[in-house]
């Protein structure tokens, strides 16, 4: 991610980051999915919140780097798209 999406609770006790981030992940398992039918749309929906470490990052190209914002209008997006 270009910036770090920050998970705060909120006053209902609820996780409106984590709940955006799962919509967005799903909506890219199902346009994988279309492309590559042996896609694992049942894997973890958070691993790219991965902490980077000495031990697990070899390389980092920033002009590969999304904006969260970008993904998060691009699955709702393509939920409307489902919906026609």
């Keep these: 991610m270009a910036q770090p ?8 006790g609820t996780f409106p ?6 919509l967005v992940s799903e ?3 199902r346009a994988v ?3 590559n039918p042996y896609t694992d749309t049942g894997a973890n929906h958070f691993g790219f919140f991965g902490l980077p470490s000495k031990q697990n990052l ?3 190209d920033d002009d590969q780097r999304t904006d969260f914002a970008l993904l998060q209008k691009w ?10």
């Design 17 to 22: 980051a984590l709940a955006s981030a799962k």
């Design 75 to 84: 699955s709702m997006s393509q939920k409307k798209r489902q919906r026609n």
């Design 5 to 12: 999406v920050w998970i705060r609770r909120t006053e209902k």
């Design 58 to 60: 070899i390389e980092v």
């Design 33 to 35: 999915a279309v492309k």
């Design 27 to 29: 909506a890219i398992r």
